[in-house]
């Protein structure tokens, strides 16, 4: 597909493969992009976007659990088979995703179905994905300072009227959503740097102007599902200190991407000899076996023949 966005704004009619595949012409940033460049290098981030993988299993179960209680994204496209093994059922899903589906086995569509009534009966999250709104939106803006061109693409904008606070909803299905522990996620999977990279596009683009006109900062907000029975559901916001983290590491992406596509370079990892230290953890093991004497060669022989 050639890229043929050129100009900064909404975009709702891009499909997900059109929006993972880039649209936008010179090239433009994602969220998840901009956080494989600082976890990883840049090079790691270069060969991901020369060679896409194809779609997971695992990553088409959790749209489809957001597809059917929202009603936004590629449709879901039931497989009448038992498991992927079969060159049937392999077929029956490459034919699902080349025409734009979500393939999933029988069972699976049932599972999802499950987790989908969870959702709606959520006294808070259930009404937030059900009201009117639009899903899977995709933005382009451009970065006042850095002049990269971001794209983003919006699980679920319930409607608002004119002038009010919009609401950003990412759905994201996890072993365990209990939100005690979800920070530790969160900070993982870089939920706090995939916020403000949100917000700050549709500031770019002034979608968030209140009835002043001064900005209004977007409300994001994170869906978090269990993905096995009781399939429990929490939201969860980022607070303030982890949305400041987060552009933080989305200024320096921004920074990191602009100079590699200017000098057309994509480094690895630092080009030198790197010194490695022990672990903190087996450094104190080590002290506390070498205080009870456990590295003492010679006591331990002479018990030993005793």
């Not at 639009?134 to 699980?155: L, N, T």
């Not at 994001?220 to 559901?233: G, I, S």
């Amino acid at each position: 597909m050639k890229p043929w966005i050129t100009e900064p704004g909404a975009y709702p009619e891009l499909t997900e493969e059109q929006y993972h595949a880039d649209p936008v012409v010179g090239s433009s940033l994602s969220s998840s992009g901009a956080r494989t460049l600082i976890n990883e290098t840049p090079l790691h981030f270069r060969y991901q976007r020369d060679h896409p993988q194809p779609a997971k299993k695992e990553f088409d179960f959790g749209h489809a659990a957001h597809l059917v209680v929202t009603g936004s994204g590629s449709p879901i496209v039931e497989v009448p088979h038992d498991n992927w093994r079969t060159n049937a059922s392999k077929e029956a899903a490459a034919a699902a995703r080349a025409e734009g589906g979500v393939p999933l086995l029988t069972r699976d569509v049932e599972h999802v179905e499950a987790m989908a009534e969870v959702l709606r009966r959520h006294p808070v999250a259930g009404p937030l994905l059900m009201r009117e709104g639009v899903g899977e939106q995709s933005f382009v803006g451009r970065d006042p300072e850095s002049g990269v061109m971001c794209r983003v693409r919006v699980d679920w904008m319930p409607k608002v009227a004119a002038g009010e606070r919009l609401i950003l909803v990412d759905y994201k299905s996890a072993a365990d959503a209990d939100p005690r522990h979800f920070g530790t996620s969160m900070g993982r999977w870089g939920y706090h740097c995939q916020g403000p990279f949100y917000v700050d596009v549709l500031h770019w683009l002034g979608l968030t102007a209140g009835p002043d006109g001064d900005p209004i900062e977007p409300l994001f907000l994170l869906v978090a599902q269990e993905k096995e029975p009781p399939y429990a559901v929490s939201l969860d916001r980022p607070d303030d200190n982890a949305f400041a983290w987060g552009r933080v590491v989305n200024r320096k992406a921004r920074d990191v991407f602009r100079e590699c596509t200017e000098i057309g370079r994509w480094p690895g990892y630092e080009e030198r000899v790197h010194d490695l230290s022990l672990p903190g953890w087996l450094i104190r093991d080590y002290e506390l076996a070498e205080s009870a004497g456990h590295f003492d060669t010679a006591s331990d022989i002479e018990e030993a023949l005793a």
